[in-house]
């Protein structure tokens, strides 16, 4: 799993190269955080809060279950993934 920078979405992993180096040995799950890309963009500020976020990235690893799992991160993708890896899918 993938998961962008603060200003990013989930293609800055494929114009950095990183979708082309990881793809032939790795299944890749690239994520839009909320607000970002192609995702909602709520109008709620709650729905922006942390814990919200680190339930998309707990929803989304269980929707592509892996035997093995990373998630690189980028700028505030570390609070996200961060939140979410004490309790692993």
Not at 8 to 23: F, K, N, P, Q
């Amino acid at each position: 799993m993938l998961l962008h920078g603060f200003f990013g979405d989930r293609t800055t992993w494929r114009s950095a190269g990183y979708v082309d180096a990881l793809a032939g040995d790795h299944r890749l799950v690239l994520v839009d955080a909320r607000g970002h890309g192609g995702s909602d963009a709520p109008h709620d500020v709650d729905s922006y809060r942390i814990d919200r976020q680190v339930g998309d990235v707990v929803a989304c690893s269980r929707t592509a279950p892996s035997t093995r799992s990373a998630a690189p991160v980028h700028c505030g993708g570390c609070r996200r993934r961060g939140g979410a890896s004490p309790s692993p899918p």
